[in-house]
């Protein structure tokens, strides 16, 4: 009712039109042996959703990459995963860390949760099975009970009236794991999803290049549930800042081993006191 950029309003699943009901083209893109792909593509009204639904040898994760030609307003798109799990809370990626939601719509702040955000994960487990649904661009998403929802584009009007209309592309992925205590792992693929292997340079480099070739790490941590999230120069000196968290809420002593010579460490704040050189 207001806010149309900024707020869905709680009654926005009153009505509702599956694409699932839409007449698709489906058609084998893929058949391996490293990947298995297909296309499928559907119309709604003026839009139209093209997704290119795979799974690569051996993977634990099916990826949708995804380009939408979005024509409508006040309309909000949705990816829905029905899951079966015996599971109550949600979990959802923030900066350095995670927080813990309820998928139950028991009380007054619980009502009011109906759309949420995360960063490149959600993830539904039990003890020894869970589900995460990773993404790399959009972030908002809805959970009741054991269904989750992602929320690609929408199509409001104001301030902007032309908002979202036009051509999108995305990813995200359904990464199936070990459960509650594998959030490692979770992390690990969303890192993996948000940053992909790139080729930099030649794939047929020439023979006293390819004798030179080897690997690299400017910096490296030795445990799983350690992430290096961040290298940079330091604000105020020549200094480097690397910024460290531990992702699983699990007890963790790590190494962090250079690739380079290093003259000094020390551990500083977020606000880099104690950052300068000496």
């Known amino acids: 009712m207001e806010w149309d950029a900024r707020d869905i309003d709680r ?8 694409l699932a009901d839409a007449k698709a083209k489906i ?19 003026a839009s139209t959703v093209v997704q290119v639904v795979s799974l690569a040898a051996g993977a634990r994760q099916v990826e949708f990459d995804t380009f939408i030609d979005w024509q409508e307003r006040q309309t909000v798109l949705k990816a829905q995963f029905p899951f079966d799990l015996n599971t109550s809370e949600i979990r959802s990626e923030i900066q350095f860390g995670h927080v813990r939601r309820p998928t139950h719509r028991n009380t007054s702040w619980d009502k009011a949760r109906f759309e949420a955000s995360m960063h490149r994960w959600v993830d539904l487990s039990e003890s020894d099975f869970g589900v995460a649904l990773l993404n790399d661009c959009k972030y908002a998403y809805d959970c009741s009970e054991q269904s989750v929802r992602l929320t690609p584009v929408r199509g409001s009007t104001f301030p902007h009236p032309e908002a979202d209309l036009g051509e999108h592309r995305l990813r995200y992925a359904l990464f199936v794991h070990d459960g509650v205590a594998d959030l490692a792992d979770v992390h690990r693929a969303a890192e993996r999803f948000n940053n992909p292997v790139a080729v930099i340079g030649s794939l047929h480099p020439v023979a006293d290049a390819a004798e030179d070739a080897g690997s690299f790490s400017f910096a490296n941590v030795d445990q799983s549930n350690v992430t290096l999230e961040t290298v940079k120069k330091a ?16 007890r963790a002593e790590a190494t962090i081993t250079f690739g380079i010579p290093v003259k000094s460490v020390r551990v500083v704040n977020l606000m880099e006191d104690g950052a300068g050189t000496r």
């Open 27 to 45: 058609s084998v893109v893929e058949t391996g042996p490293h990947r298995a792909a297909i296309r499928i593509e559907r119309k709604y009204q």
């Open 235 to 250: 604000e105020k000196s020549d200094a480097i800042v690397l910024r460290v968290f531990e992702h699983a809420n699990i």
């Open 11 to 18: 009654y926005f699943e009153e009505q509702f039109w599956p």
